[in-house]
């Protein structure tokens, strides 16, 4: 007796309409400066001494690659910059997470005056934060070390709102029917409404992850501990150094790069289903 197998039913491939021909060539004009990146990363450094350097380099050389890991500390700056990322993504993705449920779904005095306060704190420039901040920052010790580039990002007004909005627009019942089968509040949010809140958090993940991995400004300022340099601020000092090894610069340009895209790959679907369904048109 032979067991047949079932087949999977095959995909069906829509035809292109008209935005795929407007948006090919808008994606194309985006891709074009990496790929001239990773190019640069590889051609040999007569070629991009030259003007104009030429786009595609006659022949491939990894001698950026070589020089940026045998003489920079290009893996612990990489480690750090792992470090604040990670630490940032599950604070925001615990905190935010959690205060946005409640400024969704509890009520308690001042709800709406503490939403609108933590939503006013946006329109504060960054610049203005600085010095006190860095005043803070010294009398807490954390001046040239690590925790000067984690602590900012532990929480953020952006995560709390849009955690808050995609929270709204849940249905009600779901939390209702919880409370008819016993479930008390935490169980609620562990349990119901956190499993179905999967592209919010991946969509916060990926904010917090752009946003702590590419930050340069404040880490310049407060950390000056070469132990302590994240990776956009070692590149930095970097390429201060060796203004014309262009394709080391490249090379270390691709090492930061190159995680970011991975990460987006792996969580776009979530990114495009939060901003199709949540509350950030609320």
């Known amino acids: 007796m032979t ?6 039913p095959r995909r069906k491939w829509k035809r292109p309409s008209g935005w795929h021909l407007f948006l090919f060539p808008v994606a194309l004009l985006f891709l074009l400066p990496f790929v001239q ?15 104009p350097p030429p786009f595609v380099p006659s022949h491939l050389s990894l001698d950026g690659f070589i020089k940026l ?9 990489l480690l750090n910059t792992v470090i604040v990322s990670s630490t940032a993504i599950v ?8 205060a946005g449920y409640g400024f969704a779904r509890l009520t308690f005095r001042g709800k709406s005056f503490g939403f609108f306060a933590i939503l006013a704190t946006i329109m504060i420039p960054t610049q203005l934060l600085m010095i006190p901040t860095y005043v803070l920052f010294a009398r807490l010790g954390l001046i040239d070390t690590l925790g ?12 709390i709102f849009l955690m808050r909005q995609f929270f709204v627009s849940l249905p009600l019942e779901l939390e209702e029917s919880g409370m008819l089968d016993g479930c008390n ?9 956190l499993p179905l809140a999967k592209p919010a958090l991946a969509t916060l993940a990926i904010f917090t992850l752009l946003g702590s991995w590419n930050d340069l400004v404040w880490p310049l300022i407060a950390i000056n501990d070469e132990g302590a340099f994240t990776l956009q601020l070692g590149l930095a ?4 150094v060796r203004r014309t090894e262009w394709s080391l610069l490249m090379a270390g340009n691709v090492v930061a790069t190159l995680p970011l895209i991975l ?5 776009q679907r979530q990114f495009i289903a939060t901003m199709t369904f949540s509350g950030l048109k609320g």
């Open 37 to 51: 990146m990773f190019l640069a990363s590889v051609s040999p450094e007569k070629e991009l001494a030259t003007y």
């Open 148 to 159: 000067a580039a984690i602590v900012p990002w532990l929480a953020s007004a952006f995560g």
């Open 69 to 77: 890991f045998n003489e920079s500390d290009v893996l612990l700056w």
């Open 185 to 193: 509040r935490w169980q609620i949010f562990f349990r119901i409404v």
């Open 263 to 267: 990460f987006f790959l792996a969580a």
């Open 3 to 8: 067991i047949v197998k079932p087949t999977r």
């Open 91 to 98: 604070s925001h993705l615990v905190l935010c997470s959690l």
């Open 237 to 240: 000092n970097f390429q201060g």
